[in-house]
């Protein structure tokens, strides 16, 4: 028999707002860049509310309602479905985002038959590596983070003008043994 989920997900709703840009700034690795108003609100309208490739759905505590965490679906290709989740701090390590992924993966695979499941995250987080493997999830590739990403691109830039490009390039991800991982998931029945 199986065991009844501890969360739903429902779509983000105005009154989300505040709970969803919190636990962005508290959890990504650019969530410092969301204390600015402007850049916080930008993100809600662009990429919660106006992003057609991506749906964003709240992680609720079944029982109350409470919000502990939020996830979205993305629709990479004609081929590919990359979920992603972000799960509040207080609630970190309580099983709610195995739970929240197990949910996505229904999804994924009632509404996009065919279609791969993928995730992606930074080799140096435990926790959400751990919810992938949990899940089914097996690594299927390696890439460049994308602070290796950034950082290359803005030595190029120095280095047009110019510029020393050694800081920008010493405090990248991949010196550090950090990539990021994707995992190929087992859509649930």
Do not use: H
């Not at 229904?106 to 509404?111: S, V």
């Amino acid at each position: 028999m199986e065991e009844k989920s501890r969360v739903i997900l429902r779509p983000v709703e105005e009154s989300d707002k505040e709970f969803l840009l919190e636990t962005l700034k508290l959890t990504s690795d650019v969530g410092e860049a969301y204390n600015d108003p402007k850049m916080a609100e930008n993100y809600w309208e662009r990429s919660v509310l106006g992003n057609k490739t991506m749906r964003y759905l709240m992680v609720c505590l079944a029982d109350s309602n409470r919000s502990v965490a939020y996830c979205s679906l993305q629709d990479i290709d004609s081929d590919v479905i990359e979920i992603g989740l972000n799960v509040y701090p207080e609630y970190q390590g309580m099983g709610y985002g195995a739970e929240a992924v197990k949910g996505l993966l229904k999804i994924t695979a009632e509404e996009y038959p065919g279609k791969e499941v993928i995730i992606r995250t930074r080799s140096d987080n435990a926790g959400s590596v751990r919810i992938a493997e949990k899940c089914g999830g097996r690594i299927i590739r390696k890439e460049k983070t994308q602070y290796d990403i950034i950082a290359e691109k803005l030595a190029k830039m120095a280095e047009e003008v110019g510029e020393d490009t050694s800081e920008i390039l010493s405090n990248r991800d991949s010196l550090r043994g950090i990539y990021t991982v994707v995992y190929r998931m087992e859509k649930e029945d």
